[in-house]
């Protein structure tokens, strides 16, 4: 029982990334859509691949939804509008109008019973059908059906219906030519008066009747039945043939599976997105072996996978009409601020081929989104400048744009039906990708880890931690920025993280700060606080710097890729000289009092600094410096470290720390100000 518990301890790590694995492919299988999935592919205007096709079950063929979409304003333009008519306001009217007649016009005129005779068909004509109380701005040609109680009386089109707004010049135009035209200003102001409207827009009625028409509108065409042949092969897939296999694939996808069947999908789906997540796993610990031996940052690559599966799963849940909202191109960004561009491009594509087995036209959903990844990688470069990423997120939603438009003409051959709104989608997706600023901020309080952003942020020299260097060991700090400038050329030259290690050269020796006076740098009153100690005194001081780093360093929160380079950036070499002082005196002298505890450098950045580190700090030393001195200094300092083995942990190559030489060379040179020798 003891032996299997050791085992299991020991082992814990790898236990870990078992289990993250199976509960990662546990969580993807669960929210996955349970529906079976159509085993052909075929596109609009393409040969038929595979070999005839023959109906397996009887199936629907579903209307498309253009055909669907012409029915319904077919319908609406064909639609009936309610109004409900007083027919009492007629009778009132007219009695009004005889009433006011006889005050306004006396029967003394000659034209008396004929501006009456007039008046009263005017007024017939008015109510013939009806005035409105509201001009709707409806078609003329809109048919109208007239109410009483609710019982049709009268249909007609929207034109016959008199509107108030126009009774004025509907009067004037009855008289005008007339032998009553001067009595039309007298007989309009009576008219308005007495008329009322005796129509009123039923709205409810209109919409319910519209929308029970609009239901009644059936989905199929027509039925196909089992053993029909639905396309033979090498035929071409026309509008009809691929409404009908569209058809028969989403039958497939919502039919009604046996416990039994449901089982074998879901044992389908399990092996899928093992497999997917084994290969990325897989990937981790050949490719970024240093990420896979950290369970932190594996959890961290797997549980952004299965946030961008879940967001993509509830978005075809919801309509799979909108999938392409979902920013996936902040995967790749998120994994480069963090890891690097390659391990984000691999978790990208695992990612989307896992999504390519739910979404809809899926080999056009996976080609879009490796793209867009791809173009994520290649422009996104220094995320933690603004600028930056609005270009790139432009450069994205563009090719987004450009593929679709290329996928969408290849299918209908032709952009008549073009759907706009699919664009504003992608526009919508690459404004929802600029969240990735805040959401790294986020996944480094909540992981502990850290990004270029914060990088920036730690390379302010007017930071606290730093202040206080530059304070209590001047000397140091100065050691550091000149540390700084050298790394980070190193590493631009051989493309290591260039800010990185910068950061890093700045924090790698605030331990000194404890004991500042121990350091020859900040030892400005020409007295050597070691001459009162033993040589293994000052060794275990100068050692302890190290130890003293990384406690201040965890004090202020720094992150631990900023204290790394404080643990290496002495590796296991030796304090020697005053090694070799303490042999002088004791032939019996154990080299471990006065070596480093280590470990040694296990990263470029960290070989980098390990070079820069001990030759800015021998270079103090030179005297009289020229150019083949200082060549003849950088060689014997880092061929030694080479010789130690100082570098055999870190990922760099004979060819990168040549180039680092170089580099190095040509730094001090100008540090020193060499210039040519002319001759006298």
Known sequence: MKDHINTIYKNHSQFYKILLFLATTFLIVFIFPKSGRFKYNFEKGKPWQTENLYAPFNFAIQKSKLTLNK????IKAQSNYFFDKDPTIEEKVKDDFEVSFKKVFTDTIQEYNALKSKGLTILNEFYKYGILNEDLKLDEKDNVVLLVDNVEKKSTIYLNLQKQGRLKSNIEKELV?????????????????IIRSNLTYNRTLTDNVLQESLNNISNNRGVIDKGTLIISKGEVVNEDKYQILNSLSKEYESQVWSKSSYNWIVFAYALLVALALLMLLLFIKKYRFDVYQNNTKVTFIFFNVFVIVLLTTLVINYNSEYVYLVPIAI???VLKAFFDARLGLFTHVITVLLLGSIVPNSYEYMFLQIIAGIVTILTVSELYKRANLFISVGQITLVYIIAYFAFFVIHEASIDNLEWQTFGLFVLCGLAT?????LIYVYEKLFGLVSDVSLLELSDTNSK???ELSN???????HSLNVANLAEASANEINANAMLVRVGALYHDIGKMKSPTYFTENQSSGINSHDE???????????????DGIEIAKKYNLPDRVIDFIRTHHGTSQVYYFYMKEKANNDEVDINDFTYPGPKPFSKETAILMMCDSVEAA???????????????????INKQKDDGQFLNANITFKEIESIKKVLKRKLANIYHLRIEYPE
């Open 71 to 74: 029915e319904k304003d077919l």
């Open 177 to 193: 030519g007339t032998e009553l035209e001067n009595y039309s200003n007298k007989l309009t102001a009576l008219f308005f008066d």
């Open 331 to 333: 995967l790749p960004l």
């Open 434 to 438: 600029l969240f990735v600023q805040p």
């Open 465 to 467: 931690l730093l202040k």
């Open 472 to 478: 209590k060991a001047p000397g140091t700090f100065h």
């Open 533 to 547: 100690l033993s040589p293994k005194e000052s060794a275990k001081i100068i050692i302890n710097h190290v130890l």
């Open 619 to 637: 270079s103090k030393s030179l005297k009289e410096p020229t150019s083949s001195k200082i060549d003849s200094f950088v060689e014997n300092i």
